[in-house]
């Protein structure tokens, strides 16, 4: 295991960071509560977690920062200055989307993801201060302020990506997942009677099945989220809440109601046939399919994997 590796498998099992990310996370869930808040800081609505696309823009602008720093030359000064206040301005709203992402972890992804945040605010107060010693005339203690300040962001960048990468943190849970292309028996119909739902397995992916009226609803009942349990979720206007972290899906086509979720639950055609509820993948081209293409190729092409915990 290399030394890099061996100090965040310290930080990960360092328990006495839960006495500080215990208090915050429930402080930051309170915050994030309102569904409008939620939604915006999770990028519900643009489909995709929005805090790696606004890092792009702090780790894109310090870095250059740097680099005009290093490199000198006429026109530097004033430029590295830029990018500096560039990136300080994007930094706000890239925490509070971290803090909300880090708000629905536990255990070895809330301690990393604490000491993430506080190389960040590290990072963040060493760029502000190198733009006020710039402008009061220390060019010199400014471009010491910057490096340091891109140290802190390097190692934060690095705890991210482990976070992401390795312990699959925000990743679609149902990417790997892959259903049964042909009509599959699943369930007796007899054992889903009307405002009913259940669980079960169509070929190792477990399913969501929801019955109302003449309306038979199919969808992975893994949560995209964070793999929370569907099955276990509270069911209303013919949507699934997911208990985890209160994920909210359409029954009909998997579609997203609210957040946290980005990423919408893979949906299944069903049928009764011979006393039994068969479930498959819309094919290419049908209606459903059309309706949700990036969802059902998803279903079609990879196989499950099991959420980290």
């Not at 259940?198 to 964070?226: E, M, Q, S």
Request: aromatic share 4%.
């Amino acid at each position: 295991m290399s030394m890099p590796h061996r100090a965040v498998h310290r930080l990960e099992n360092a328990e006495a960071l839960d006495k500080v990310a215990e208090p915050v996370s429930s402080a930051v869930q309170r915050a994030v509560r309102p569904r409008l808040v939620r939604d915006l800081l999770s990028g519900t609505k643009l489909g995709h977690p929005l805090h790696p696309v606004l890092t792009d823009v702090v780790i894109g602008a310090w870095s250059m920062a740097g680099l005009l720093d290093v490199a000198g030359g006429p026109g530097a000064e004033p430029a590295a200055d830029l990018l500096t206040a560039a990136g300080v301005a994007a930094a706000v709203p890239t925490a509070l989307t971290g803090l909300n992402d880090w708000a629905d972890t536990l255990g070895a992804e809330r301690r990393v993801g604490l000491v993430h945040a506080g190389l960040n605010t590290a990072a963040l107060g060493l760029y502000a201060a190198s733009l006020v010693a710039s402008a009061r005339g220390g060019r010199r203690k400014g471009k010491a302020l910057r490096l340091a300040g891109l140290a802190a962001m390097g190692a934060s960048a690095y705890l991210g990506g482990h976070l992401t990468f390795t312990r699959g943190l925000n990743v679609n849970r149902t990417a790997w997942q892959h259903g049964p292309e042909d009509w599959t028996p699943v369930l007796a119909a007899s054992e889903l009677a009307e405002g009913e739902h259940r669980t079960a397995d169509a070929d190792g992916v477990r399913i969501l099945l929801y019955r109302t009226g003449t309306k038979l609803h199919a969808v992975a009942a893994t949560c995209t989220h964070l793999g929370g349990p569907l099955g276990e979720g509270t069911i209303e206007n013919d949507c699934v809440t997911c208990p985890w972290h209160g994920s909210t899906f359409r029954l009909e086509d998997g579609g997203i109601e609210r957040g946290p979720a980005t990423s919408p639950q893979p949906s299944y055609e069903t049928r009764i046939q011979d006393g039994r509820i068969e479930v498959r993948v819309p094919p290419p081209g049908t209606q459903s399919d059309m309706a949700d293409e990036g969802t059902h190729r998803r279903a079609r092409h990879h196989l499950i994997r099991t959420p980290a915990s």
